[in-house]
């Protein structure tokens, strides 16, 4: 099996600096634009998947849309893909929060007020590798999701044995990237093909 992670175009809050936002929050025209960009890269790949996957939040879909586009039908939103939930903290600059709250990101289990913490995203997530991924890891084709830099992190972390706890998050990638994972028997693991490219 490959995987293909597709991390969605500029949404609103990228462009204001919020902190991860809502499930309401949607793409900028440039958002749109990265993704019709992303669109015209990866019809071979796209021609190859098997699975397909969404986050059910709307900078996710948007993305979706534009870059799978004839075969949305086929796909699963399914919500363990979705960004950690900040509740209240939602509408904060990503600056202003990270003054407030300079310790935050030591401890992966502090939750956002009225929201989720990192680790209960992580835990989440790492649920649908288990049900969705590793099942499926001696099968030949291709799963691809399109999901946020949060989820996507856990994901390769999980995958190629990169503790979360300690190491969280090991990973960022860029909006409108694709990163690549392919299972190899030989060696019994998965192995980064690409990263945010």
């Known amino acids: 099996m490959d995987i293909v992670l597709i991390r969605h175009g500029q949404s609103v809050a990228n462009q204001k600096g919020l902190l991860i936002s809502n499930d309401q929050d949607d ?13 015209a890269r990866i019809p071979v790949v796209l021609a ?31 919500a363990r893909l979705a960004e950690t939930f900040p509740g209240r903290h939602g509408t904060w600059l990503e600056k202003d929060f990270n003054t407030a709250f300079p ?9 956002y007020d009225g929201g989720e913490s990192h680790r209960d995203m992580a835990q989440r997530v790492c649920q649908w590798v288990q049900t969705e991924i590793v099942p499926r890891q001696h099968e030949p084709g291709l799963l691809m999701a399109v999901a946020h830099g949060g ?7 999980y995958l190629l044995g990169v503790p979360i706890e300690e190491r969280y998050p090991s990973f ?25 490219a």
Request: proline share 5%; net charge neutral.
């Open 27 to 39: 793409l900028t025209e440039n958002g749109v634009a990265q993704s019709h960009a992303l669109a």
């Open 48 to 78: 190859e998947a098997r699975w397909l996957y969404c986050s059910p939040w709307r900078r996710a879909l948007s993305t979706a849309e534009i870059v799978l586009g004839e075969r949305m039908p086929e796909t699963q939103l399914d």
């Open 103 to 111: 310790d935050f990101y030591q401890d992966l289990g502090r939750r």
């Open 151 to 157: 989820p996507i992190t856990v994901i390769l972390q």
């Open 172 to 196: 960022t990638v860029p909006n409108a990237s694709m990163s690549r994972l392919q299972w190899r028997a030989d060696l019994g693991r998965f192995c980064l093909i690409t990263a945010g």
